[in-house]
């Protein structure tokens, strides 16, 4: 059986509207659900988080957000922060950022901005560099539904010609809901439906609300485990022989 | 012999502050199904309204196999009816009615 996993989740202030998205969540069908706190946030914080999901049956996925203004400064960031949190989007908001973003293995999601065509990097020389590292292309479901009119046919256009792209040179797609609200939430396989609009079909839209977000935790989870050394490398037992293994 | 058009059912969670009436819903999916996809995808859809239930908040619709993606992307893309927020989730879809009712009951109420 699938499991679904919605990456981009908005969490409101406050107790009960956390709870209220969460449990929406729950009741659509996902069984992960990504939060981005912020940066600085407590470890209690996330427990707290992690304590909310759970008591709704849903695995929590920390995550940030990184809006950098020069790729130096995401450098430092991803040094900073990728021990810290399962999966790191990038936004990429100059054609500088989306580049070093997509050339580095650090990365999980490349982000553009869905109301600005001018600020959408993802060309076939981005998607060839991010084909090479481990980065996938995240598409938020919630602008879709909120625009109208010219900005959501523009934003269709660059979608379908990104997605394209991105089945061009393998590289994998991730769709989010990026919902702040209930109402902005669908179930997974209306997801599905709506890539209909930008040319990704049934198959590979479940694979992308489902699979491939899978992908990119178990690898992160691994990664971030207190067993790991190297790419390839775990520990398998501490103390005493490994004749037994 | 010319082939049987095959039609497809599809029962709908409305989800909303207060259960809109039957005519809003059906207006709110045709624009929806006009702003998408123009007068000539709405009228490849041959959509029709099957049953509302505003106490369950469960509605039934038709619509033609080929054109299902078309009508399944214009539910999904509501976000209001009426001026009020709203969600329409796809339950499930069904080739025939009683296979669709005997699938919605127990999700029902």
């Given at each position: ?52 999901s ?6 929590l ?31 990429c ?37 991010a ?28 979608l ?32 599905a ?14 694979c ?38 | ?23 809003t ?13 123009g007068?000539?995808?709405a009228s490849?859809?041959?959509?029709k309204?099957?049953e ?39 339950v ?13 009951t127990?999700?029902?109420?």
């Amino acid at each position: 059986m699938r499991k679904f996993v919605d990456l981009h989740l908005y969490l409101k202030e406050g107790v009960d509207q956390s709870k209220e998205i969460l449990s929406k969540a729950a009741e659509l069908g996902y069984h992960f659900v990504g939060v981005a706190p912020p940066p600085n946030a407590k470890q209690e914080e996330i427990q707290y988080l992690w304590n909310l999901s759970k008591a709704e049956g849903l695995d929590l996925i920390t995550r940030v957000d990184l809006t950098p203004k020069k790729p130096k400064e995401l450098l430092l960031d991803l040094r900073r922060l990728r021990r810290r949190f399962e999966v790191i989007c990038v936004h990429c908001t100059s054609k500088a950022i989306a580049r070093q973003a997509a050339k580095d293995r650090r990365v999980d999601l490349l982000s553009f901005s869905p109301t600005d065509p001018r600020r959408r990097f993802f060309d076939s020389a981005e998607a060839e560099l991010a084909s090479k590292s481990l980065a996938a292309l995240e598409i938020d479901m919630a602008p879709l539904l909120i625009l109208t009119g010219f900005k959501r046919i523009y934003l269709l256009s660059h979608l379908k010609r990104e997605v394209f792209i991105a089945k061009k040179f393998g590289v994998p797609i991730v769709l989010s809901s990026g919902a702040s609200e209930n109402y902005l939430m669908r179930n997974p396989r209306d997801y599905a439906a709506l890539t209909y609009l930008f040319g990704m079909n049934q198959e590979s839209a479940l694979c992308s609300i489902s699979d491939e977000p899978l992908r990119i935790i178990e690898r992160n989870r691994k990664k971030l485990s207190a067993n790991y050394v190297a790419p390839g490398v775990y520990i398998v037992r501490r103390k005493g022989d490994c004749y037994d293994v | 012999m010319l082939r049987r058009l095959r039609r497809r059912y599809i029962a709908i969670k409305v989800e909303c502050e207060q259960p809109p009436p039957k005519n809003t819903i059906i207006d709110s999916i045709w624009k929806s199904l006009l702003q998408l996809f123009g007068e000539y995808g709405a009228s490849q859809t041959d959509l029709k309204f099957i049953e509302y239930n505003p106490k369950e908040r469960f509605m039934i619709l038709r619509c033609s196999h080929d054109a299902l993606n078309l009508v399944k992307t214009s539910i999904s893309m509501i976000t209001k009816i009426d001026d009020s927020k709203a969600a329409l989730h796809i339950v499930y879809v069904s080739g025939t009615l009683k296979t669709l009712l005997k699938r919605i009951t127990p999700l029902k109420g």
